[in-house]
């Protein structure tokens, strides 16, 4: 496919996606292109916002336009292992264990307020996360592909919860947070509660059709010097003196790790895709740093003190290092 092609059929595509979700989901614009971009790069979400913003909606919606299998598991404090995994059990007329497949099994997974189960709750899950797979009894068995986790916090209300450690923060491509809608948004989402037939939105893709998409992504190019950007960007996060960043240094304790230079890449490519290029360009790098990096920066004393956020030190990082 030449290059014009690829461009008009790609926007051609995401748009159609993008129509049908919207049908059901009103805003929220940066959630649906962080779906898209993790779900085709291979990634998986955190998504921090308030309840009653259509979290739920959204990855319901996008599993039903992309023909996806979708399950969504309440996380609560009396939340065991197998009930995320699955389990072993007794076949008392085969008189033999038989296994039972838990909701894990699925292409796209709503872990809702995953904060509120315990570590070992979050483990299994995580685990399945990074291997793609799940152990039961003495089987192996592979998830879905695509398997995608969309994992959601309150920040609202912290009483009772296990915040997820860093390094369990760093298996997810992305953090996302998701606010209010607009004053124009909401009318518009009371008009459509009001109706009787809600609207429905219609399948467009298939098995074929998605994996052509992913190779779309996959090819992506990013030149050289976008590369060394890239990777300027994460290493700031590290040895921010060294870029002459010496009020970051004194706000953060730690930086990025190598996960996150390699999302910062995959979601760059995905973000050049969004806008219907086949090469990356330093805004879809700037677009990604956000969602790539903020769960990734551990702060110290001094920004919290002072009251400064991730995104607060990646748009400083983004505004002192020379754009290629």
């Known amino acids: 496919m030449d290059k014009n092609k690829f461009c008009r059929y790609n926007w051609a595509m995401i748009q159609a996606i993008k129509e049908e979700i919207h049908k059901v989901v009103i805003g929220h614009e940066e959630l649906i292109n962080a779906m898209l971009v993790a779900l ?11 309840p009653g913003v259509a979290k739920t909606t959204a990855v319901k919606t996008l599993a039903r336009v992309l023909g996806f299998d979708f399950k969504r598991i309440q996380f609560t404090p009396d939340l065991l292992p197998a009930d995320i995994t699955g389990s072993e059990i007794l076949d008392l007329e085969q008189h033999d264990f038989r296994i039972r497949k838990g909701p894990v ?14 570590p070992k709750v979050q483990a299994a899950l995580l685990e399945a996360m990074a291997e793609k797979q799940v152990t039961l009894g003495e089987e192996t068995f592979p998830l879905p592909d695509p398997f995608m986790v969309l994992a959601t916090a309150n920040p ?32 518009e989402i009371i008009l459509r509660t009001a109706r009787r037939e809600p609207p429905s939105p219609r399948q467009i ?34 040895e921010p003196d060294r870029y002459g960043l010496e009020d970051v240094g004194q706000w953060l304790e730690y930086g990025a790790g190598p996960r996150g230079s390699i999302d910062l890449y995959r979601a760059s490519k995905g973000y050049a895709w969004l806008s219907g290029r086949d090469f990356v360009v330093p805004g879809d790098i700037a677009r990604a740093a956000y969602g790539v990096l903020r769960h990734r920066l551990i702060l110290g004393y001094r920004a919290h003190a ?19």
């Open 156 to 187: 609202l209300e912290q009483e009772g919860t296990y915040e997820l450690p860093e390094a369990s923060l760093d298996r997810f491509m992305m953090k996302i947070r998701v606010g209010y809608n607009s004053h124009e948004e909401e009318e």
């Open 205 to 238: 893709l298939n098995a074929e059709t998605f994996e052509e998409l992913r190779r779309q992504v996959d090819a992506v190019h990013v030149d050289a010097p976008l590369r060394r950007y890239l990777l300027d960007i994460v290493f700031a996060t590290r």
């Open 40 to 50: 085709l790069s291979g990634g998986h979400l955190y998504v921090e916002g308030v």
């Open 306 to 324: 002072e009251k400064i956020d991730a995104d607060t030190i990646i748009r400083r990082i983004l505004e002192v290092l020379e754009v290629p």
């Open 105 to 118: 099994f699925t292409h796209l997974l709503l872990a809702d307020e995953i904060n509120r189960a315990g």
